[in-house]
């Protein structure tokens, strides 16, 4: 079983090595050093690969990473795919944002009279952004 102890520890090879914790949850240590928590599972007959995420400062802990197995594990019991929801998750949080960025940028650089600005605005706000978000969600 893994302690944050032994994940500090760990070193990089020459390859990517595997070391196990518990319930099926596993660190890679890839050759560049860093440390992931990962867990292997089936479905529909085919192995897959969830990468829950990397370990350190910037990144989780162990025992978030627990969490998020139990999570994870829920989700198969139910059927679906936790390496599947998570992109399905990151892809609509990216989307999103992405939109509402290029609306801000647009709003910012072009040259409009104040009441046109005011009204570009709210239609923005109030028809278009719900609409994208809402679109994301579906």
Do not use: C, W
Request: charge should be positive.
């Amino acid at each position: 079983m893994l302690t944050d102890t032994k994940l500090k520890n760990l070193k990089p090879q020459d390859k990517l090595y595997k070391v196990s914790d518990r319930d099926g949850l596993y660190v890679a240590v890839l050759t560049s050093g860093s440390v992931s928590f990962r867990y292997d599972y089936r479905i529909n007959g085919r192995r897959e690969t969830l990468v829950i995420g990397q370990y350190g400062r910037d990144g989780i802990s162990l025992a978030e990473a627990r969490e998020e197995l139990i999570t994870a594990k829920k989700l198969l019991k139910a059927g679906q795919s936790p390496a599947a929801a998570k992109r399905d998750g990151i892809k609509k949080i990216r989307g999103a944002e992405t939109f509402a960025v290029h609306t801000d940028s647009y709003m910012k650089h072009i040259t409009l009279a104040d009441s046109t600005r005011a009204m570009k605005q709210s239609v923005i706000d109030r028809d278009i952004l719900p609409g994208a978000r809402q679109q994301n969600d579906g």
